[in-house]
């Protein structure tokens, strides 16, 4: 015997449990075998692990459906819970499996290719993972999906997100405003992926909190990452002295995500890339996972894929 519980954070427990709890019933007669108890925005619920597990599959299943079509009556409820309502509102509870995490609005962010399928797999029984590939893979964005999970699963207590700040084609030293006003431009593709994934005030919250940490890759020094997902974004841009500082921050208690493209190093040339360097040395040692995406993982405009295939092309 288990116990779960549940938070609803994207909607009012009013809307998920209906009037004099009509809804909620209708939720808890397809899990029989649990004890449920909804109060406020907590449902508490006890039993197996399997049924514990797929009730808050249902519950984020719900969720999703509610902030994407802005109501959730009890004939929808029926119909996803029966599984038949695929068309009607994109998903039901044997596709959730595949699903990350649960984003805003009712985005559902799961693995889209058999690669990004591959890093899901992989941070699951392995505490360290280097995702290579080019531009458009949706490396970084399943990365930050991973650790927004782990995190509102409080499978860890912090998420840490860092980036070379290195130039690409423009000088740091012009850009106007203080330290962070000049970093911020480099680590906004984090900032964009989160905005995807955590409502903004919860966003706000974490970020002011450092329940989420987002820095540079030189602020990692000195410091022992435990209890968190870490995730290091365009890794091909640290040098060698950098990334295996970075390697040995690792806590006993974490996961690392290193993501990188070697066809896009913006080092000056006297100085080699780090990443090129880890993946020859570390590439058997155990625990240790690498992911190569390719062109078959682009996800953005069909355009991208074929740029990629191009400049693949001219190696």
């Known amino acids: 015997m288990s116990e779960k519980q549940i938070i609803l954070e994207d909607i009012a427990p ?20 649990l004890k449920i108890v909804a109060r406020g925005e907590t449902i508490k619920a006890s039993g197996e692990d399997e049924e514990l597990n797929q009730l808050e599959m249902v519950i984020n299943i719900l969720i999703a459906y509610y902030n994407r079509f802005g109501n959730l009556t009890e004939n929808a409820i029926e119909q996803i819970l029966n599984g038949s309502s695929k068309k009607k509102s994109g998903t039901n509870i044997a596709e959730a499996e595949e699903v ?45 999906a991973l650790a927004v999970s782990a995190l509102k699963n409080k499978e860890v207590k912090k998420i840490i997100l860092t980036r070379p700040a290195v130039e690409a084609g423009e000088n740091l030293g012009f850009l106007p405003g203080d330290l962070k006003e000049k970093l911020d431009p480099y680590l906004q593709p984090l900032y964009d992926a989160l905005g995807d994934m955590i409502a903004p005030e919860k966003l706000s919250y974490y970020l002011e909190n450092r329940v989420i940490q987002i820095a540079p890759l030189a602020f990692m020094r000195g410091r022992t ?5 870490v995730i290091l974004d365009e890794a091909q841009n640290a040098t060698e002295g950098q990334l295996k500082m970075f390697l040995t921050r690792m806590g006993s ?10 066809t896009q190093i913006d080092l000056p040339k006297h100085q080699p890339s ?9 590439k058997n040692v155990e625990g240790i996972v690498f992911v190569e995406l390719d062109g078959t993982d682009v996800i953005r405009h069909k355009l991208v894929k074929r740029i990629v295939e191009e400049y693949d092309q001219k190696k």
């Open 100 to 144: 990350i995490v649960f984003g805003n609005s009712g985005l559902i962010i799961k693995a889209r290719t058999e690669n990004q399928r591959k890093m899901v797999d992989a941070i699951a029984s392995n505490d360290m993972l280097f995702a290579i590939g080019p531009a458009g893979t949706g490396k970084t964005y399943t990365a930050v």
């Open 225 to 229: 990452l435990d209890n968190a997902f």
């Open 274 to 282: 780090g990443l090129p360097q880890a993946i020859r040395l570390l």
């Open 253 to 262: 208690s974490a996961k690392f995500v290193i993501t990188g493209d070697i």
């Open 14 to 33: 009013v809307n998920l449990y209906g009037v004099n709890d009509s809804k909620l019933e209708l939720i808890k007669k397809r899990f029989p075998k």
